[in-house]
T-cell receptor
Framework: AQSVTQPDIHITVSEGASLELRCNYS??????LFWYVQSPGQGLQLLLKYFSGDTLVQGIKGFEAEFKRSQSSFNLRKPSVHWSDAAEYFC??????????FGKGTHLIIQP | GAGVSQSPSNKVTEKGKDVELRCDPI?????LYWYRQSLGQGLEFLIYFQGNSAPDKSGLPSDRFSAERTGGSVSTLTIQRTQQEDSAVYLC?????????????FGPGTRLLVL
């Protein structure tokens, strides 16, 4: 069975600073990987996804993620965060054609 | 365009009562998914539909949970004899088709509180 680990429950970053959120997955075959963001009281919005090909994927809102098979990682990055980026971030893997398996999430706090 | 909608947005009920949660997928999406988000368990996948069929119900937490989909569109998740541990946010998602490369689009969720 697949699993996702997000090691950081909370991360605090100053506005304008760079951001990296960590995600490690466990899956026996080629994983399909996703990052979603959830703002308070909102549903989940897809930031980006990786299926195959170029290991650096670009997403919305200036986010990118890099797939590293050797490290079983799919870390999310942003060069300069904005106060509006404060939210909960979820990494997910889809091994079969069914539901997504999510990590526990990382709560991002932006300091002014 | 219209996204996935869910109703009610909030539901407070008493322990032992039955509740129905509704999901309206994006028009034309054939696959529909239910998830539960709770403090203790995080985001859990419950069940999916391809058309009106739910081939695998093993993700439902107990036999008090059931789901159906009619007309290949609206789905309802029913919880019978609710318990306090059922308190959670229930999220619905839909995708154009069922498949590993299909993006799932999520609704805003129904926040259920069982007193």
């Amino acid at each position: 069975a697949q699993s996702v680990t997000q090691p950081d429950i909370h991360i605090t970053v100053s506005e304008g600073a760079s951001l990296e959120l960590r995600c490690n997955y466990s899956y026996g075959a080629t994983p399909y990987l996703f990052w979603y963001v959830q703002s308070p009281g909102q549903g989940l919005q897809l930031l980006l996804k990786y299926f195959s090909g170029d290991t650096l994927v670009q997403g919305i809102k200036g986010f990118e993620a890099e797939f590293k098979r050797s490290q079983s990682s799919f870390n999310l990055r942003k060069p300069s965060v904005h106060w509006s980026d404060a939210a909960e971030y979820f990494c997910a893997v889809q091994g079969g054609a069914d539901g997504l398996t999510f990590g526990k999430g990382t709560h991002l706090i932006i300091q002014p | 365009g219209a996204g996935v909608s869910q109703s009610p947005s909030n539901k407070v009920t008493e322990k032992g009562k039955d509740v129905e949660l509704r999901c309206d997928p994006i028009s034309g999406h054939t696959a529909l998914y239910w998830y539960r988000q709770s403090l203790g368990q995080g985001l859990e996948f419950l069940i999916y539909f391809q058309g009106n069929s739910a081939p695998d119900k093993s993700g439902l937490p107990s036999d008090r949970f059931s789901a159906e989909r009619t007309g290949g569109s609206v789905s309802t998740l029913t919880i019978q004899r609710t318990q306090q541990e059922d308190s959670a946010v229930y999220l619905c998602a839909s995708s154009f088709e069922r498949g590993v490369k299909e993006t799932q689009y999520f609704g805003p969720g129904t926040r259920l509180l069982v007193l």
